[in-house]
Structure formats: structure tokens, C-alpha cells
């Protein structure tokens, strides 16, 4: 049996963040990177189109960056944990830089930024519309050479006593670790209509559970609102980004007319969870949603979305681009401290796996590949100086057949997405819970661990009886203060409301516990 200091699944921004802060504080540790697919190509990351946000600009400040996220949160961030984000994430920046990646750059020389909405300043740093698959490049390339990369699936994490001491790799292998760091991504692949690559289907939110993690928020799913709509066959829907808006695309229904003024003052420009249920009301209401972006140099300007909609079909040149809202990203996860730690010992999270309580109900625009860079880069500090105790007697976890079964995850698609989408009521949600229970056994038999990460979620979302952030809740409309707080699920326990206070001082201390 392989034993390693620390064990990192997942290599997109967050993975290999960790990796490359604890390779500069200790370099003398073993440490696995176990993906997927190779660093660079591995994750969400390289597939982000707008870039990262950052207070970088003259005009600009943490404290503003914070501002702005706490407003997008609805009430639900973690102040101390959005304040590490916006004043660390400068350095993370210049760290970027000093690596080379080639974030686009004004005639000046000084770093081109770009406004999304929602943000008071131009502070998205960016290359092209290509940003995630520079920044994966850059960081792919500085990975240190000692690391050892390890291609597989994790299918289990092995505990003894209450601590995590190693993983299982794709049903069979045993690895032992002192250290375990899920950076496995988010969950979009579980919904119909996404934007997430393969892989992102909320493994590392079961793995979590099942060793004894708390998951926090599960219900905050964040809608894009234009996603290209285009059958895909079990896959993802290419993202359109946001920044087409901001540069004055238009969404147009069948006649050709703007329709965005009609649900808010800033039309396209509204925030991201105002623009999608709007497309949702519109599709609702009979009408095709199109993005019309024939006066934008598209070509030039967005290189990857103009060859993701030629591969698709469209030419943005002459023709509007029918688009449909999708699930983007999960604000909800494991619950972890300001250092990536969660309660299990041994066992860390970050990334879109994680709930560091940054993004609150609803996250801003370009926020997450700054936290994978922020929360990345602490966890690999507060790792390297933690005790790293020689892993003996490792259990060997009972074998895991997979036997991959599309159509039941087909069918978990359809279900998530029609019960859990950003339009939700208790009607459709316990519907989702029934259907889903159908499908227990054969989900089970196929070694996937999308049965409980979907029920979680939909009991999560079942939990939460009012509308915030990304979703509405047809049945109750309001935000209601009664409600602000976070979702908590504590293996073994019902799920319950957790008070808006650090972890650490909180205790979780239960507000209402509410069996479902
Ligand atoms: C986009 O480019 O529209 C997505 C940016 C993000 O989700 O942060």
C-alpha cells in the first residue's frame, strides 16, 4: 500500500493551489494529486470564460470588492471569510503574473480590467474569454516536480476511529494518507441543463458526508442565464459568457424585440439570478430567449465563444443564439474554516467542493477561481504546519463495482432539474424526492454517489421555505428573516438551520432543527 503525506483530489484551480502553497512551505512531504484528466485540463477551470475578480484597479479596494460580494450573498456570506478573499486576492494575482500567465493588458502595459454586473468597479482580470484555460496552463506548468500524479476516480474515503487516514481509488486500490484535500469541484453534471464539465457531479460532497463532514447550503445552486441551447446528449452546454452582455449584447425573444427591460430597470446588465429567472418567466410565457450578439466583434474579442458556437452550429456574425438558463455553479458544500479544515480530522476541502461561507446564497460574478486561488493557497500553509503522523494499519475498504448505468443518471438529470431548478415549489421538490428514491438501488448498485448527494440537496432545498439568492421558491415568494441562516446537514442528524456566526465560536448552534 502507497502511504503519502497528503492526498489533493481534483486539479483544477483549488487542487493545484493547495499543492503548489504546501510545496513551498514543506517541500519534503509526499504528496498525490489524484485527477481525472491531466493538470491544465482537469475541473471547471479551464472552461471559465470571464476571468477573476480582484480589487487591482486605482479605483478599486478590498473593501468595495466586499461590499458587492456581500450584496450579491442575500444575507448569507461570511464577512471574515469574504474580507480573507478580497485582500489576499491581490497577491494571489501578482503570484499569477510572476508565473506568466498572460492575463490581457492595455497599451499602458497595466492589466485590462472588465466590469460584470454586480460589481461597482472594472476589477475582472482576464485573458480573452479564455481566462480559466490560461490561468489552468499557468498553474499546471509551475506544478512542482516532485508531485505525483495519480489518475483515477476516489470512490471512498477510509477512516479509522473518527480520523480520515486515505482514500480508495476506483472501487479497488488503497491509499493511505495523513491528509486528505477534496478540491473535486461542484455538482452541475447531477441537473440536465449545465455548464459543468464531466466529473462535476458532487462526488466529493459524498465522500465528504459519508467519512462524518457537515455539508452547509446544499440548496444554493447558481443558474447561468445563458447557456447555449443546444441538444447535447448527456453532456454540458457551452457557456456564453456574461461579459457579451456587458458589452451590449441583447436578448431578444422571436420577434427580434429586447425583452429584459420588461422584468428590470437595468435589463441585461441585472444581476445574474434577476437575468435567468427572467429568461425562465419569458420561456414560461411561450417565447424563445436569443442572445443577439451580431453587433459585438465576437471573433475577436471572444475567440471561444465564436468557435463554441460555430462547433455548435451557430454563427454569431448573423443570427441570434437561442440560450436557456443552466446550472453554473454550487454555492453550498463541505463545511470548512477559514483554512480549509472540516470537522473530521484529517480531512480538508476547497473550491466549489467547500463552504467557506464567501459566497453566501448567490455568488458574485468571477469570485470562484479568486477563492480556489485564496482559499487554495491557505489551506496549503495551515497544512504544511499541521502534525503529519506516520499512517499505520490502514483499513482496506470493501471493493466498489462500477458499473456506470447513463440511463439512471440521465434520469437523475431530468429529475434535479425539474424539481430543483431555479424556479422550485414543496410540490415539485417532494415529486423530485419520490422519483429519486425509485432509482436508490440501481444508482446504488452502479457504485455512483449520486443518490445521496441529490437527495441531500433536495431535502436541503425542501428545508428552506422562502426564496434567496439564486433560486425562487414559487410557494414562498419573500426572503424572509426568519430564514437567515445557513442550511447545515450533519451526518446522522436532521437537517437543520445553522446561526450566522464563524463555526469555530458558533459551536453550530442549532436556531431551529427541523426534521424534514
Ligand atoms: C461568465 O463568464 O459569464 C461566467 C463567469 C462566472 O461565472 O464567474
Known amino acids: 500500500m502507497s502511504h503519502y503525506d497528503a492526498l489533493v483530489i481534483g486539479a483544477g484551480v483549488a487542487g493545484m493551489s493547495v499543492v503548489r502553497s504546501l510545496y513551498q512551505q ?202 447555449l441551447a443546444v441538444s447535447t446528449h448527456g453532456d454540458n452546454l457551452p457557456l456564453l459568457t456574461e461579459a457579451l452582455r456587458g458589452e451590449g449584447a441583447r436578448l431578444v425573444d422571436e420577434t427580434g424585440q429586447p425583452f429584459m427591460g420588461q422584468y428590470h430597470p437595468d435589463a441585461e446588465l441585472a444581476p445574474r439570478d434577476v437575468v435567468a429567472f427572467a429568461l425562465w418567466q419569458h420561456r414560461q410565457a411561450g417565447h424563445q430567449t436569443l442572445l443577439d450578439a451580431r453587433d459585438l466583434p465576437v471573433a475577436q474579442r471572444f475567440a471561444q465563444v465564436h468557435q463554441l458556437c460555430l462547433a455548435a452550429g451557430f454563427d454569431p456574425a448573423t443570427q441570434p443564439l437561442p440560450v436557456t438558463p443552466a446550472v453554473h455553479y454550487h454555492m453550498g458544500g463541505v463545511e470548512v474554516d477559514l483554512w480549509g479544515r472540516t470537522q473530521v480530522s484529517g480531512l480538508w476541502a476547497c473550491g466549489e467542493v467547500s463552504s467557506t461561507g464567501v459566497h453566501g446564497a448567490n455568488r458574485l460574478a468571477s469570485n470562484s477561481l479568486l477563492e480556489g486561488l485564496v482559499y487554495g493557497h491557505r489551506l496549503g500553509e495551515a497544512l504544511a504546519n499541521a502534525p503529519f503522523k506516520a499512517v499505520c494499519r490502514v483499513p482496506e475498504a470493501a471493493p466498489v463495482a462500477l458499473r456506470p448505468d447513463p440511463l439512471a443518471m440521465a434520469r437523475v438529470r431530468e429529475i434535479l432539474w425539474s424539481g430543483m431548478g431555479l424556479a422550485r415549489s414543496s410540490q415539485g421538490l417532494e415529486k423530485a424526492a419520490i422519483s429519486l428514491d425509485r432509482l436508490r438501488t440501481r444508482l446504488q448498485e452502479s457504485g455512483s454517489s449520486a443518490y445521496t448527494v441529490a437527495n441531500l440537496m433536495l431535502r436541503s432545498a425542501a428545508f428552506r421555505q422562502e426564496s434567496r439568492g439564486a433560486h425562487r421558491r414559487l410557494d414562498y415568494p419573500q426572503t424572509s428573516p426568519a430564514w437567515a441562516g445557513h442550511t447545515l446537514v450533519v451526518p446522522g442528524q436532521a437537517i437543520a438551520m445553522q446561526a450566522l456566526q464563524p463555526m469555530a465560536e458558533s459551536q453550530h448552534q442549532e436556531l431551529l432543527a427541523r426534521s424534514l
Not at 140 to 147: R, T, V
Not at 148 to 163: A, D, N
Open 26 to 227: 514543506a517541500p519534503q512531504l509526499r504528496v498525490g494529486l489524484v485527477t481525472l484528466l491531466a493538470p491544465g485540463q482537469a475541473g471547471a477551470t479551464p472552461w471559465a470564460q470571464g476571468g477573476v475578480a480582484v480589487a487591482w484597479g486605482q479605483d478599486d479596494s478590498p473593501q468595495l470588492h466586499t461590499q458587492d460580494t456581500l450584496a450579491a450573498g442575500a444575507g448569507l456570506c461570511r464577512s471574515e471569510a469574504v474580507e480573507v478573499l478580497t485582500q489576499e486576492g491581490p497577491r494571489r494575482i501578482q503570484e499569477l503574473l510572476d508565473i506568466g500567465t498572460a492575463f490581457d493588458r492595455r497599451p499602458d502595459g497595466q492589466l485590462e480590467l472588465t466590469r460584470e454586473a454586480a460589481h461597482q468597479r472594472r476589477r475582472v482580470v482576464h485573458a480573452g474569454d479564455a481566462s480559466g484555460r490560461e490561468l489552468a496552463r499557468a498553474l499546471a506548468q509551475s506544478l512542482p516536480s516532485g508531485l505525483e500524479l495519480i489518475y483515477g476516480q476516489v470512490t471512498r474515503l477510509i477512516t479509522r476511529g473518527s480520523r480520515v487516514v486515505g482514500v480508495q481509488l476506483d472501487g479497488q486500490r488503497t491509499l493511505a494518507a495523513s491528509h486528505v484535500v477534496l478540491a473535486s469541484g461542484g455538482v452541475g453534471q447531477l441537473f440536465a441543463a449545465t455548464t459543468n464539465p464531466v466529473g462535476a457531479d458532487g462526488t466529493g460532497l459524498a465522500l465528504a458526508f459519508e467519512a462524518g463532514a457537515n455539508l452547509r447550503d446544499l440548496e444554493f445552486v447558481q443558474f447561468h442565464p445563458t447557456a
